[in-house]
């Protein structure tokens, strides 16, 4: 009975034995190699821009101007359109992401551009804008006098503006 | 130990014996163990930027420079480390002390970290407001601070780390994620540096107003195969066979010149013959014991050298550099950049003294310098 404890005894005493060496050698082992890392967050900006919300209107004298903006298009209304009137409304561009902008393009439609003449100051393309930054520009629309009757004239048009930014280092001159 | 716990019974006795002998010996075998561990780990982290790391660890990042923190970083000894640093976004991957093309803004920005925690293993980069076309670079230094050579076992990089239990390498469209300066296998020698740079490059299709999450994941292993030293050669035949050894002495052979012109060739193969493992023998054994002549100690050393750097694998590395400015009289080689030698410049700076009449000191420079190649000392 003595002889049989003291065999399971030198079992139990060996077993641990082998644990602490596998344990020791695991531990060396394992300092035989490190692990290095390099963690990294990218977080990416906006890129946002276009025109600020905005309706009004302006008349005078039996003729008037009305615009509208939202988005990238800004639409601008004439009614009762006469020669010699200059009617003007004014628009906003503003950067609303976190990196800057610039004006890729500025479209005019609607109109016969034999017959109105559009333009717009303050605003061209390839301006930048930087972030939380705006920039104002103008429209300007009246008729051409000739030909000397224009078809237009007395008539109700719209002409629609459109205005696109991109990336500032994604312009494309 | 056997009379304290001596009993009247004989078996008992031998029981008793056996039992504090077997905890005898585990105790001697965690001891080494941990001997051997704490060898194997002892090392100093460096200083720098006036933080002095009381951890110890075998291979661990020493610094790390952003070169889009707006501040042009200078780390000793190597100089400024990412020259034209002002602030404007990098469009292009940086290579160290070299300007590079940069954006005229000051868009997004990137800062590194190290010892976040505590943890010198540890590098944290934070890019901030990147957009597409963004191009920041990091660089970073990594020593090996124990007392034998060590190898990059592995690099993984992961554009899309979700966790710890991420294991995939995953490669997205939004990111390009690439290394330099490191490489898999890559053996850094003990108190070596090296210097590595991590290139992040946002690509068109990231989303806006998102976050990515990376992870680069290096495994440094100690080097095992450091074999290295005439007594580790003089046992050749426990780690390889006599057709190796002559194939590694024939390629020294051809690399020298032939007979006649070359430190090993020469006096290796007499009288001139075939160069074979009894060469090997006989050249270790003769630059031992009292008799042995400062020439034949030198090349003793030197053949070790010689076959560390042809063995397959090798455990030196010709184009590797080393620093033997700590090496008394180091002037005799005449190298130009002794601080930063190629392990082929070394060699053949000792090889131009062969047919030079030596005085012992010489012979000692040299032997001195392969003794601490041989041993990863520098």
Redesign the interface.
Known sequence: MTRRR?SF??IG??A??ML??LG??G??FS??????????????????GGLTDDTGSQSYDGTSISWEASGNVLEVTVTNAQLDIEYTCQFTVQNT????VKIQSIGISGVSPEEVDVWITGVEKGDQIE?GQSKVGTVYVSLKPEPPENPSEGETFTVTVTISVV????YAP | MVKLISRSNGSKLKFHFTRWGIIALAVVLALGSVGVTYAKWKGKVPRHNDVVYTYYFNDPFTWVVSNDDGTPDTVSPYGVIDPGDNGDDPSEPQSQGVTCARYGKDVASTDALLNVGFDPRHITVTVSNAYPCYYPTIFFGMKNCAHVAAQIESIVVDENFTGEYDTTADDIDALDVTYGGIYVGQVIGSGTEVIGNLHIHVEQPAKENWTYKIRVKIIVKAECQCGGTPGYWHNWKQHYTAGEINGWLTAIDVASGGVGSGWLVSDMAEPYGTIDTADLDAILAAGVGGGATAESRFLRHYLATRLNAQAEPPTLYLGDTHDITSISGYEYLGLSNPASAKLSEIIAAIESKYGTSLTDNQYNIMKNICDALNNCRI
């Open positions: 003291n005894a030198k005493i060996l641990l034995v602490v060496a020791v050698l531990a060396t300092v035989w190699s490190e692990i290095l890392y390099i963690d990294g967050t990218v977080s990416i900006g906006t890129v946002s992401g976190s990196i800057p972030d990336q500032w280092n994604l």
